[in-house]
């Protein structure tokens, strides 16, 4: 597998200029009394002047609430300690509506540019003093779920700051007036703008201004999957509407062509010789994890990416280019983020489901059990991947990219070729979604024809396909691609040519 670095290649180095949000923020007055319509007709009524009785009333009608962890729904205060309104999915928010107000308008422009979104209220929390959630991602209503939207009440507290995480990077949102630091100084993921708009109903305003604007609602929206957390509650109760964030169908046109520079870099090397000039797949691993029903072994598809990932997709199949959304597996150094420049990275026929994960062993490898050695200590069985991988009858390049995410499934002792020998090494097993770019051989692009395959043999590995070669010291390298699919770098000498 070829992989492409900014500092080797255009179509790196433009995918990482591109700005890539995972939250934005904003805030807007409510155009009426604010109240929570309970289903049954009743109302909430939140009195600015009076927030204690506000809260009483609320909590009169709370009950605890739970978490989910995996399939199941748990009570833990240590991990969050909250309480909920009942029959929370039939209330609504009198006052504001995400709609009217503009907001869904400015959470679509940076988390769904192309494709309208619905806001449905799921959920209205209560956090009394002390009142915490540890980090968590929010559970997929369904696959259309794209992110949530989360309004925060304008009734006195402080501490209870909603903080986004993103790999070691955090960002403070939705804090109290205060100006206590929830957590010590902490980097930030992005510089969320402030989208103002002039709305028909209610003057939308920055988060920021919205700190001296009485009765101000200030609001987050985010990646369902982006991991978030509410910090302590040290005073006053922390009181916030929740909505689900879903996709449409309907399309959107976006104010900016956030993929433009990465589809006129693509168009670029089409036009050249040194992108696969055999024809192949460009593998770009995703920012954001497609949602799919738990335990779904279905090839994704182009509709479930999200965010930049799919004006990604479609900036490729403007370009006339095949897309694809594959499941991908990658073995990487254990106690190292997954680096996509470094880890051996397979594609696979399905997804890599709980089952086949569960029963992983202490040894794995992509070869075929036939083709494995063994420590002559070692006794137990090594876990091979080969039956999910797809045959590697193809060219492959990678573009490593810097924000890409992946989850971990499995710690292993791994080797991509099945020899536990030096070539072994401890490692972390990842599950990751990449779009496949299906790049035609030059003569297809019309092109001069490519230089001729250059085939070679090996004792042990048998025949293969030279894909470059390399000079360490006195000794030329060459990387051969093998009938087998795997690629190998070997000196010269223990090559035949053919």
Known sequence: MIRLTAEASPLTAALDA????????????PDAPLALVLPHG????VDLADPGATVERLLAHAEPAPFGDHERTRFDPA???????????????RGFDPERHGVLAQVEAVLSPRERLVATLTDVQIYPPGGHFAGHRDTPRDGDMLGTLVVLLPLPHAGGALTIREGGMIRDVLGDSSGVPAGGEREIVHVFKD???????GRAVGEREAEGVPGALRWAAFFADVEHAIDVVREGHRVVVTYALSRSGTPREPADDRAAPFREALARELGGRELLPNGGVLLVPCTRRVIAPRGSTRTPALRDLRGLDRELAEAALALGIEVRVRHCVAAGEANEPANLAVVDLARLREALAEPAVAGLGELVTFAEEGHMLQYLEYEGPVSSLAPLLLAGDCQEALLVRARARATLVHEA?????????NEHYDAWLHALVAIEMVIPPLAARGLAEPEPVRRVRHANFGDGTVVSEQRSGENLMLVVRFDDGQERRLLRRFLVDL
């Open 18 to 29: 591109i700005s890539e949000p995972l939250a934005c923020t904003g805030a807007c007055t």
């Open 42 to 45: 009743d109302e909430l009524v």
């Open 79 to 93: 991990v969050r300690r909250a309480l909920r309104l009942r029959d929370r999915e039939g209330i609504r928010l």
């Open 195 to 201: 989208m103002s708009d002039a709305t028909s109903s």
């Open 413 to 421: 002792c791994f080797s991509a070729d099945g020899y536990f020998g």
